[in-house]
């Protein structure tokens, strides 16, 4: 694989990482094959492994640790904290007591004393991001974490704790994850160019835009998928966005074709093309999957596939809202003047 640098820290990795959502009860529930998956990633180059504490319930974590052992200083080490981790309404946040505790949870989980990407999984409307970083930056110093990061976070968040960095003297977030796909493009228009202006590494998400890319769903066959991980409103097909995307689907569909590829492998490729991506995640949930999504980091698209895509989907659109993960707190009843 062809190697990129991470924004502006010096690390460099692979095109495709390796996302581990789906190992444990959430995905494959195998563990012994969940490993043999992450083995094979590693085998082919991927030197790139995201996870995070809420993935059932910290299975995925130790499904991971246990397949690191003997090449974790092989491996680019990313996991996530801030969604809740049970009923205390105290083990979440971005609150220093809660990250202090996460940390050593996860650390804990994937049997490793330092990890190498500490994210944010989303910003907090209720907790000032100085209050975060200071905790982070703690970590950094102790040797518990190496770099921070972001996830899910708007274009004006990420400048604020960019600021927010610089004023207090405090470690600051070097990548953002956000979720990117040809049927979720709204991260072009601030998220991207704003990291980018910051030296910032993007990791995105959902390449296949939950299945959607992956052929699975298309007109006449459309089914909504049981994955309690997967909101229903993203799947509901008697919504007409959800409909709208069948549509473009089948398009692309045919231009993959035309040009001798899957849909799966043109859409992953078209994601990690944008100059703004350094990698994008995939989830595998079983080896065949992951046989799949492999080819396509070497896949190189030509313009008129590029245009042709610009055609189907114009830059900067999100054909459904709800597959996207900004404006959640914006927009609430109580942030609106009536």
């Known amino acids: 694989m062809q190697y990129r640098p991470l924004g502006r820290t010096g690390v460099r ?19 012994d094959d969940s490993i043999r998956i992450i083995h094979r990633a590693l085998d ?7 996870t995070a504490d809420v993935y059932s319930a910290g299975v995925s974590e130790e499904i991971v640790g246990r397949a690191l052992k003997g090449r974790r200083d092989d491996v680019f080490l990313a996991t996530k904290f801030f969604m809740p981790m049970g009923e205390d309404p105290n083990h979440r946040g971005g609150s220093r007591r809660w990250v202090h505790r996460a940390v050593e949870d996860s650390l804990r989980r994937l049997g490793t004393d330092h990890i190498d990407l500490y994210q944010v999984h989303r910003p907090s409307p209720d907790t000032d991001v100085a209050e975060t970083l200071g905790a982070l930056t703690d970590l950094v ?5 190496r770099y921070l990061g972001s996830s899910s976070y708007s274009g004006a968040q990420i400048v604020e704790a960019q600021w927010v960095s610089r004023e207090r003297h405090l470690e600051r977030f070097v990548t953002e994850q956000p979720p990117y796909s040809i049927l979720v493009r709204g991260i072009e228009e601030d998220v991207l160019p704003t990291a980018q202006r910051h030296g910032m590494g ?11 890319l992956s052929g699975r769903w298309r007109k006449g066959a459309a089914a909504s998928p049981t994955s309690g991980a997967r909101p229903s409103a993203r799947f509901d097909m008697a ?7 069948l549509d473009v689907v089948e398009e692309l569909a045919r231009l993959a074709e035309q040009h001798d590829l899957t849909l799966l492998q043109m859409s992953i490729a078209w994601a990690i093309n944008h100059p703004g991506v350094t990698s994008a995640i995939v989830g595998p949930r079983t080896m065949e999957q992951l046989e799949d999504y492999l080819p396509a980091a070497e896949i190189t698209l030509p313009a008129e596939v590029l245009d042709r895509i610009d055609e189907i989907v114009a830059p900067g659109v999100t054909l459904n809202p709800d597959d996207n993960s900004y ?5 609430t009843p109580t942030a609106r003047r009536r």
Do not use: C
Not at 13 to 31: C, V
Not at 202 to 212: A, D, E, F, I, R
């Open 141 to 145: 110093r102790q040797g518990k974490i």
């Open 13 to 31: 990795i692979s095109p495709l990482t390796l996302g581990a959502m789906m190992f444990g009860p959430w995905g494959n529930e195998d563990r």
């Open 44 to 50: 082919a180059g991927i030197n790139v492994v995201d």
């Open 239 to 245: 919504v007409p966005a959800n409909q709208r995307k």
């Open 327 to 331: 404006g959640a707190h914006e927009l």
């Open 202 to 212: 993007t990791l995105t998400y959902s390449p296949l835009g939950g299945g959607w």
